[in-house]
């Protein structure tokens, strides 16, 4: 889903930025992102490529970052980063990427934007190869709905859940390995292919 003006302003903020760089990253690379380095990462929902900057210090070998928006496209493009590719994509169907593509798949909380969460999940399944990596942070529903109310960003409705998503990540193909879960807050998992 694209996003509001006030929420794509929010999401290209200082704010958002540090929250990236201070809590999602240092957990992220805690989790096994550290270990990237000549490896294929696919980040869903790059926006404005905040993540692949902070992820092309880890060294991959290439690194595609997808967003459903093309105004984070253009943002993103301009960072041109080494080795690195931005397309313009829905995370529930990436025609643009072939099966088993990728060694880790990186989602910093972009997953409770979209309506078919799962089929989004299936599709990182798709991307992976096998032992691949999948790290995924997420806000919890009860904060969404907290933010909705305050900042009327407009989530979906219904559907996306923490529990929800630990059941994703621990079925078809893909084990959970790890999780760090503040309750009603927000979740960080590693699942494996």
């Given amino acids: 889903m694209r996003l509001s003006e006030a929420e794509f ?3 290209n903020s200082r704010t958002r930025r540090a929250f990236q760089r201070y809590v ?11 270990n990237c380095c000549g490896k294929d990462v696919i980040e869903i929902g790059c926006g404005s490529g905040y993540g692949g900057w902070l992820i092309s210090a ?7 970052g997808l967003d459903v928006m093309p ?44 309506e078919a969460w799962p089929q989004a999940v299936a599709e ?13 942070e997420e ?17 979906p409705r219904q559907g996306f859940s923490l529990a929800g ?12 390995e790890a999780r760090l879960k503040l309750p009603g807050v927000f ?3 590693r699942a494996r292919r």
């Fill in 124 to 136: 990182c399944r798709r991307l992976l190869r096998s032992g691949g990596v999948l790290l995924v």
């Fill in 71 to 114: 105004e984070q496209i253009a943002i993103a493009a301009r960072r041109d980063l080494p080795n690195a590719r931005f397309l313009i994509a829905d995370a529930t169907r990436v025609t643009a990427l072939d099966d088993a593509c990728a060694d880790v798949v990186v989602i910093f909380g972009i997953l409770h934007h979209v």
């Fill in 9 to 11: 302003d929010a999401m």
């Fill in 165 to 176: 998503l630990e059941r994703e990540l621990n079925s078809d193909g893909l084990k959970l």
């Fill in 187 to 189: 979740g960080m998992y």
């Fill in 24 to 34: 999602e990253w240092p957990v992220f690379k805690w989790m096994g992102l550290k």
């Fill in 58 to 64: 880890l060294g991959p070998r290439s690194y595609v």
């Fill in 139 to 155: 806000p919890d529903a009860a904060v969404l709905r907290g933010w909705d109310r305050v900042f009327r960003w407009d989530h």
